[in-house]
């Protein structure tokens, strides 16, 4: 834990971005993000939260923070997640782990997606005694959410936290977001048979049947489309993403076996399972016909669409608080996890998703006094 107490706004992000959080399907690139936790905790702890750690079953170096202040039934929980994503430094003109200012921007991993929001909701706190407050403020922050989501998850299993109120920060340029697609990230493994590459009858070539796959894939994807939609959002059907693939060792080797990973980005009332079953009813006779072995399953547990009230009480004052008609989103957040502990759960947060996920992510900082201007009046409406 730093020895740096309850720092000003600037040197606590400073010090969340100096901390490597990354969190990915890949084991190599894989992180905990306890450091970050420890930090977090020693600051509220210093402003009277209590502070509990709790680790995320069977994963090494993760875990969650629930730092609560006040007490009673209901209260307002302000969440973010503690991880980033893997990055591409190269790709960056500044150091990622560096808080770097310039053009009235905070450059830096996480800025954005969204370690930021943590000293915001520090700042808007420090006015709050727990002797003032008639339901609790709760502040949430969690494992994983770029990668299992296991943090959400392992609240969900545990009951916690209770609370009535719960807002995410992901970044939504301060528009409260009530509805959005859910994701399924699957993988296709198919196993052929190597061998020597001057005689194809000598194998069965994976990478020549992964061809005919994603030819079937992308058919699937445009049903998927035509059979789906939703007006509600700005992309009304769900998408299909072949994200990457692997295959093989070498140019003269039949190609032994093959992967191919993808998503799916699912609308409210779309079941996974059903998605799943029904793409692999398409590729298994393929895969009988050039005789390999196909499997298709997931690679993380699918992360439900999230699908709130659009009049809901907290999406109704978050509207009054900023202005802005609640929308809908096409990325995935924790917000179904939280929704499915029975709050009534808005995602709002200062940053733009065009700057999540990209080299030179930026914290703009003319949202910064507004977003600790909207988290003080959250608190007193829903806290006092």
């Not at 997606?113 to 008639?134: Q, T, V």
């Not at 590459?197 to 070539?205: D, H, I, R, T, V």
Request: aromatic share 6%; with cysteine; net charge negative.
């Amino acid at each position: 834990m730093s020895d740096n107490i309850q720092p000003d706004l600037r040197s606590a992000l400073s010090r969340l971005i100096q901390l490597p959080s990354v969190s990915s399907t890949q084991p190599a690139l894989d992180m905990g993000n306890l450091p970050v936790i420890h930090e977090l905790a020693s600051w509220f702890e210093s402003m009277g939260f209590q502070c509990e750690i709790m680790p995320v079953p069977e994963l090494f170096g993760k875990a969650n923070l629930i730092a609560t202040l006040g007490q009673g039934p209901g209260g307002l929980v302000l969440a973010g997640h503690t991880d980033t994503v893997p990055y591409n430094e190269q790709l960056w003109q500044t150091d990622p782990f560096r808080l770097v200012e310039k053009n009235n921007r905070f450059y830096g991993l996480g800025s954005c997606d969204m370690k930021g929001f943590f000293p915001l909701i520090m700042e808007a706190a420090r006015e709050f005694a727990a002797g003032d407050l008639k339901a609790p403020l709760i502040v949430l922050a969690t494992a994983d959410e770029e990668s299992s989501m296991s943090g959400a998850r392992a609240l969900v299993t545990a009951g916690r936290p209770k609370a009535r109120y719960a807002v995410i920060g992901e970044p939504t340029g301060l528009t409260p977001i009530y509805m959005h697609k859910g994701i399924m990230m699957e993988r296709i493994r198919v196993v052929g048979q190597s061998g020597h590459s001057s005689n194809p009858a000598l194998g069965k070539n994976a990478l020549e049947t992964t061809h005919k796959v994603i030819s079937e894939v992308m058919a699937f994807r445009a049903e998927l489309a035509e059979q789906y939609n939703n007006p509600g959002f700005t992309i009304p059907s769900p998408t299909m993403n072949l994200g990457c693939i692997h295959g093989g060792d070498n140019p003269n080797r039949i190609c032994g076996q093959c992967e191919l990973d993808f998503d799916v980005r699912l609308l409210p009332g779309m079941e996974s399972n059903e998605v799943r079953l029904k793409l692999n009813n398409r590729l298994q006779p393929i895969a009988r016909a050039d005789g390999v072995e196909l499997n298709l399953e997931p690679i993380q547990a699918c992360v439900d669409p999230f699908s709130g009230l659009a009049d809901s009480e907290l999406v109704k004052t978050c509207e009054a608080l900023t202005g802005h008609k609640a929308q809908s989103a096409v990325f995935t957040t924790e917000a179904p996890f939280f929704s499915q502990m029975g709050m009534d759960t808005v995602v709002l947060g200062p940053g733009d998703i065009d700057q999540a996920h990209q080299p030179d992510e930026f914290l703009a900082l003319d949202r910064i006094e507004p977003t600790i201007s909207l988290l003080k009046a959250l608190i007193r409406q829903y806290c006092l």
